[in-house]
């Protein structure tokens, strides 16, 4: 796929192992010129120093709460100075407690239900609303495109992340409507499971990332996130100008098969 020229940004590059991450190389390799994002503090300093591995230098490393509307429109400013229109954006984040996680589904409180809800789902409406002038000046319809994990059935462990997940995937296809006739398309890729610092954070995860290879008809490699990131590339370019709304499956072809 040819993003040459195309401006994109990254939102949720940590270490060299998270799809943020591998998104932002694939797209740069693809020619586009990128923007990373990340949260305050460690996360933005990390990304920082791995920043310069990338096969193009970024454009900008810039952090952003992405649960404050006040640091949402201050990573707004920050992307105008550099460029007048904006052609893609990657969510790559998603987060819950950990009481949100484990087995716990029963005895979570409603605080760590809002969290996981905030910063995985709607997350994706605030931060595409924050920079959706600069995606309108776009000349190459502006694409948007997250990150999810199959929603449809309940998974062990993953608990308050399924519902925050289809809450995701719902998102995806209210933003797809409303902003379609603007020219902007709004797609998920729903990825098999891959080891990354987050992943690892999961309970069960290790179980999970295990078995995957054993049901996927394609077969499924856990520590080769490229055929994501590869997904991702072909959402942003103009080979995708016509799909919006879509969850796109690149799990070695879990969801089509039975256990």
Request: glycine residues 10%.
């Amino acid at each position: 796929m040819d993003l040459t020229g195309r401006r994109i940004l990254v939102f949720g590059v940590l270490t060299e192992t998270s799809m943020g991450y591998r998104i932002a190389e694939a797209a740069t390799r693809a020619g586009a010129d990128v923007i990373l994002a990340n949260a305050p503090g460690r996360p933005s300093s990390i990304m920082g120093r791995i920043a310069g591995r990338l096969p193009k230098e970024p454009v900008a490393c810039l952090s952003a709460d992405i649960t404050e509307p006040g640091d949402l429109a201050a990573l707004a400013d920050g992307i105008a100075g550099h460029w007048e229109a904006l052609d893609g954006v990657v969510h790559a984040v998603a987060f819950a407690p950990q009481d949100a996680l484990g087995g716990n589904f029963l005895n979570t409180p409603f605080e760590s239900v809002a969290t996981a809800m905030n910063v995985s789902a709607f997350s994706l409406k605030a931060l595409t609303v924050s920079v959706l002038p600069l995606l309108e000046k776009s000349e190459n319809r502006g694409s948007v495109v997250s990150l999810t994990f199959d929603a449809s059935v309940a998974w062990p462990a993953y608990d308050w992340m399924g519902p925050a997940k289809a809450a995701l995937e719902a998102t995806n296809r209210y933003l797809a409507r409303y902003l379609g006739p603007k020219g902007i398309r709004v797609n998920a890729v729903d990825s098999g499971p891959i080891t990354t610092m987050a992943s690892r954070s999961i309970p069960g995860f290790e179980e999970l990332a295990e078995e995957w290879p054993l049901r996927a008809p394609l077969g499924w490699d856990t520590s080769d996130a490229s055929p994501v990131a590869d997904a991702v590339v072909f959402l942003l370019s103009d080979a995708a100008r016509a799909i919006t709304g879509q969850v796109l499956h690149v799990d070695g072809g879990v969801s089509a098969v039975g256990a």
